[in-house]
């Protein structure tokens, strides 16, 4: 397989995962979470009773418009998480491609 | 719904361990930088980049590993096999601070942590295995499949491990003791380990087949050319 095939087939797969895979992913606390969620009670993900390490845990620094993997003006949670997850993906590809760009342009530099 | 992801938030271990081990996560990942830029092909870079994407979107799937609690990718297996350690570390890292800066997920002052666990002692306990694991077994797609499935496996309660030492350095117990959840905390990851393992050997394998030369590992391993190599 040609390299630009090989590339575009691994950007639909990711857009795929990340756009629609994503919506139907498990809602339970992830392995960590549950663990720090040990000794309290819990309904809609949202801590009711008892002593757990995650009640004093702050909210997060920044927030933001992806907070939790949404968009926070779209009233449609659906379309939020797809939509968040598709342009978390570009970001993610323009940012690291151009971040390793720079590093293979600093070796070349080096070498010359 | 759960605004965590196997990423540690605000506030659960001390400044003053986040901050040591932001320090740490700091020389290791500029070590990764520096190895890198020395043998970054410019060819590389969008795969590079699509594995730090895929692993973006693979960490957005939760699977369910036991009633009540799931799992996602880590993804330092993955990115190790494919790119090679140092690389692959740089690619979880760009992914865990994108998470954080953007996503809320995982605490900004947390970065340290998140980064040594999930990129830099995933990356490299996750190629460990699978270049000794690479030595053993025959050099064929099943071969391979093993491998990297242990690697993954590895690589997850690694990480797991040193989120369990920061929290002995800088977390306090409430609810249950230190032991006990040292204890579900490596357990629970060795379940997630093997959904890591699934995926990660699936995909790499998958790569194999369509491109043998895109496997870090493949290429690393000396088969019959040794003495000079291993200098």
Redesign the interface.
Known sequence: MKTKRFWIAGVVVTLVLAGFVSLFASASPDGLESVLLTGCETADGEITGGACVLQSAGDHEIGGVFADYGISFLDNEILGASLSGVLGVILTLAIATGLFRLLARGRKRENA | ????????????VNGPTSLAFALLAAIAVGAC?VV???????????????A???I???Q??????AA?????LLGGALAAALLGPW?GA??VT??IV?Q??????G???ALGLNVMNMAVIAAFTGYGVIVLALKVLPRTRFGLGVAVFAAAVVSVVAA?AG?VLQFWLG??????SFG??AA??LG??V??GIGEGVITAGAVTAVAV??PD?VHALRGTPLARTAKESV
């Open positions: 719904m759960s605004d965590l992801a196997l990423h540690i938030p605000v506030d659960v930088v890198s830029r020395r043998h970054l092909d410019e060819r590389l870079v969008p795969l590079a980049g699509l730090t994407a895929f973006f979107a693979a957005m799937l939760n699977f369910p590993v009540g609690v799931s799992g996602h690389l740089l690619c760009v992914v994108i954080a800066l953007l996503f809320a997920d605490a900004v002052t797991s989120f977390g306090e117990e409430v609810g249950q006990a959840m579900a905390i629970t990851h379940l997630i369509a491109r895109l």
